[in-house]
């Protein structure tokens, strides 16, 4: 298994560009989020999904779009990038449930700045 | 909304133990977690303790749980130069196996 994947692993864009960040899992999990992490704040969840056709926002979903046509695949959507999205992204998966302590399994990161 | 806090900065001797402090604020949380980051990596996770326990350890690693106060600590014994790493605590908030991280511990082991 290759776990959690995540491209690119470093992007760099202009203000107002749009962009995909790829995240895939080939564990089977039901439960995928995605969370950005900056600097003396931890990681804050943008947005999960509890399944194929199921997504919610987190804590901070606003400027990015989600959606979950498979199981596998769970991609994260700029919509129009600004400085502040400059962060690093981590994807994660898990097969737990709501009262699950199922591992987390998380990608390596896609670090992103925005000029 | 919940805020798990950490102190930023821990900075340890090669063989000694490191005591990292963590306090969290949602009396709900049913399980509470340790991740640990390398450099350039995604997160691990180290341990987890459910809330009706006080203390669980795991080979080198022990996990205090104090609920009246809130406050989670993990300790790791003979700390190794391997340990340097950032150390998160996170709850469990909510559905979808949804967790609340803490800002993170950088430790720092020295010779």
């Known amino acids: 298994n290759a776990g959690v994947t995540q491209t690119p692993k470093f992007q760099v864009l202009k203000t107002g560009q749009s962009m995909t960040l790829q995240c895939a899992q080939d564990?089977?999990?039901?439960?995928m989020s995605w969370y950005r992490q900056d600097p003396g704040m931890g990681l804050r969840l943008i947005h999960y999904s509890v399944g194929a056709g199921i997504t919610d926002q987190g804590e901070v979903p606003n400027g990015y779009n989600v959606s979950r046509s498979t199981t596998e695949d769970f991609p994260l959507r700029l919509l129009s990038a600004a400085p502040s999205q400059t962060s690093v992204y981590f994807c994660?998966?898990?097969?737990?449930?709501?009262?699950?302590?199922?591992?987390?399994?998380f990608g390596p990161g896609t670090r992103l700045t925005v000029l | 909304g919940e805020d798990v806090e950490q102190s930023l900065f821990l900075s340890v001797r090669e063989g000694d133990s490191s005591v990292i402090n963590c306090t969290y604020t949602d009396s709900s949380s049913t399980y509470l977690y340790w991740y640990k980051q390398e450099p350039g990596a995604g997160l691990q996770l180290l341990t987890y303790i459910f809330s009706n326990m006080d203390m669980k350890q795991d080979q080198r690693l022990t996990v205090l749980l104090n609920k009246k106060d809130k406050h989670l600590s993990l300790r790791i014994a003979d700390t190794q130069t391997g340990d340097s790493a950032i150390y998160f605590c996170?709850?469990?908030?909510?559905?979808?196996?949804?967790?609340?991280f803490g800002t993170g511990t950088q430790l720092k082991v020295e010779l």
């Open positions: 994660a998966s898990t097969s737990g449930g709501i009262e699950s302590t199922d591992t987390q399994y």
């Open positions: 996170a709850e469990h908030t909510g559905g979808g196996n949804k967790l609340t």
């Open positions: 564990m089977n999990h039901e439960y």
